[in-house]
């Protein structure tokens, strides 16, 4: 889509709550007071290329890179937020990354993985096997639509190796 100046945008999966012990996400809603490209100011923006939106959020909101990996879009329009979601696993022969040539043997019950789902990073563990579809329960929610692609990276001795990729099924 496009984006103007002065139109609401909406970011997920926003911000971190706790309540009650219990972890939610809120989404953040704000409007984009400014557009940037190349350096320069513009009145709209579309899909390609390196761009800036720039919000009237307080900047305490952000901290930290609290926000990474989030995804921006018009508000209801964005793909749902995954806690957990089931995965059809596609592992590679070799480890990407290793120093030696390591075999990639299969995923394990409980075995926990570093997962990229677009610009976010997270942590996902094997929650359930199967010989179609893996369930993984994620350390930090993502935003993505059904059928995007999940690289798959287990850790071997103190690095993460990419061992797969995983399609989201549900």
């Not at 075999?103 to 179609?132: F, Y």
């Not at 930090?140 to 989201?168: F, M, N, Q």
Request: charged share 20%.
């Amino acid at each position: 889509g496009v984006f103007a100046v002065g139109q609401d945008i909406e970011i997920r999966p926003g911000r971190r709550m706790e309540k009650g012990g219990k972890t939610t996400w809120l989404p953040i809603v704000t409007k984009a007071v400014g557009l940037r490209t190349g350096g320069s100011s513009v009145g709209q923006i579309r899909p390609g290329g390196s761009v800036s939106i720039l919000t009237s959020l307080d900047p305490a909101l952000v901290k930290a890179d609290t926000l990474a990996g989030s995804v921006v879009g018009l508000p209801g329009k964005l793909p749902p937020l995954w806690n957990e979601f089931k995965v059809e696993i596609h592992l590679l022969e070799r480890v990407v990354g290793a120093r030696d040539d390591l075999v990639v043997d299969p995923l394990k019950p409980a075995e926990t993985l570093m997962l990229n789902v677009n610009s976010s990073a997270t942590v996902g563990v094997v929650a359930e096997l199967k010989k179609i579809s893996t369930l993984l329960k994620l350390k930090l929610p993502v935003c993505a639509e059904p059928g995007s692609r999940v690289t798959l990276s287990r850790l071997l001795g103190s690095r993460w190796g990419l061992i797969g990729y995983g399609i989201i099924t549900a």
